[in-house]
């Protein structure tokens, strides 16, 4: 058995740095990381660590990347009964050898050298953490005097809609293996999506289908980080089917240390469609039987068993299961879909102005045109160009001379939900699930909504 990283949902803790004034402040600190040992004991110092990393504003996200890094020092410590400040130099590298010796169930290794080593550098972070905590000498560091002797370097990373670069010192070890050469992060291919959609509409439970159908669909046409997704709430929806004008979804920007903590996306009726199907038919009534109405905490995406908010944890593991179930050999996470939603937003632009010949120019192009970095900013939340490079070479790549009109580009992301939705809605009636009067009023709904977004293609 290995320690076990679980998560404290709806939880505050104190604030162990509050300003001397003689009241109690609490931090908000759900769905934190807990980790305990194999015996079900909790790890006191890797609990501080995770306490520490939230009072540096770590998203939920970050922690949980972070706590399933360091765990794998935990479970080696508990399993050879070495405490963490007895670490050397020798079990360090004993340490570093596991983790590449690991299988998985097909007996391929478990990781690459790439990952071994971020692992590697996560939990040397956590044993200078131990160090300080428990104020240990000569523990790291890069003199001969220290029981794990490592390199720091610094570099100076930049943060997303700022100018500050925050400062951070890397470390490495003499056992790290050599780094793997760097694949470029291509976007879902469209085989995989199709396999993966094709799998979610055929499920039996109805409630789980309808759920997924929505969350797919919203994974694939706004571009959202995982996290993202899960803050969408129903008034968040209700708002974009109320506006008068092309519909827009707010979504909240996270990974930015400015003021602007949302972005409107531009989505089709179609979509919008399927949500409001998966609110009225499921998402009601789930609420009403498990938390009640009077409780509703207003989030979209739910656990159909708890009416709780579903966590971004859960999507990675269905994403998981779907990989494993389809057979899919390449990689399957939801931020390749942020990937190809992002390169098709380009290939847009691109369309748009048939004077853009070359990467060149197109780089050119985003850096005078205003109305763009506007429209980037709201689509994917960034706001420096070169976070773009790998999308526009990878754009032009894809297109390789050929032309289409934008509409019909723009047109396309209605069209694939229109065709999932007759889909969807044939299987229905074919096991019964809605009646043919039903069925009627969603063959309505969804043309009334096909043909506004065409109207809109057409402008």
Known sequence: MMGAVNYLGDFERWDFYS???????????????????????????????????????RTAGTLRTYANQIIHIVKFCHENQIRFSNLT??????????????????????????????????CLDFLVFVQELHEIENFIGQGKENSIIVKITKSKKVIEGSNYKREEEIFSHASFPSKDAVKKKLPVSEDDALKVW????????RNKR?????????????????????LITVDDVKNAIGSSVE?????????????????????????????????????????????????DHGYLFISLTTGKRLKSATLTRYMNKWKRDLGIEGELHAHLYRH?????????????????????????????TEKFKMQLKEWTGHTRIYSLD??????????????????????????????????????????????MTEGLLQIDMILSAFEYDIENSLC
Not at 19 to 42: C, N, Q, R
Not at 198 to 204: P, T
Not at 219 to 229: D, F, I, P, W, Y
Not at 255 to 273: E, F, G, H, Q, Y
């Open 247 to 295: 519909p827009h979804l707010t979504l909240t920007n996270l990974k930015r240390k400015d003021d602007n903590t949302t972005r409107s996306i531009p989505v089709t009726s179609a979509l919008l469609t399927d949500i409001k199907s998966y609110i009225n038919k499921v998402r009601k009534k789930v609420i009403k039987s498990t938390i009640g109405k009077e409780n």
């Open 198 to 205: 094709n799998y979610i509409q055929d499920q039996e439970n």
């Open 390 to 435: 790998i999308y526009i070479n990878l754009v032009f790549s894809e297109l390789n001379g050929y032309s289409e009109i934008y509409n019909a580009v723009k047109l396309k992301d209605s069209v694939t939900i229109v065709q999932r939705q007759v889909q969807s809605l044939k299987q229905q009636l074919k096991d019964k699930s809605i009646t």
């Open 19 to 57: 300003p001397l004034d003689h009241k109690l402040y609490m931090v908000e600190a759900s769905d934190t990381p807990f980790i305990t040992y194999a015996s079900g004991v909790p790890c006191y110092e890797a609990n501080m660590y995770m306490h520490r990393l939230l009072t540096h504003n």
């Open 340 to 368: 190809a939603f992002i390169t098709n937003k380009l290939k847009e632009i691109i369309l748009q102005h048939k004077e853009i010949t070359s990467v060149d120019k197109f780089r050119e192009h985003l850096l005078h």
């Open 89 to 122: 130099d020798s079990s360090f590298r004993l340490f570093i050898q596991y983790l590449q010796a690991e299988k998985d169930e097909f007996g391929e290794r478990a990781r690459t050298n790439n990952h071994v080593i971020n692992i590697a550098r996560r």
């Open 210 to 230: 309808m759920r997924d159908i929505a969350l797919y669909q919203c994974m694939e046409q706004l571009g959202a980080r995982v996290e993202e997704l899960h």
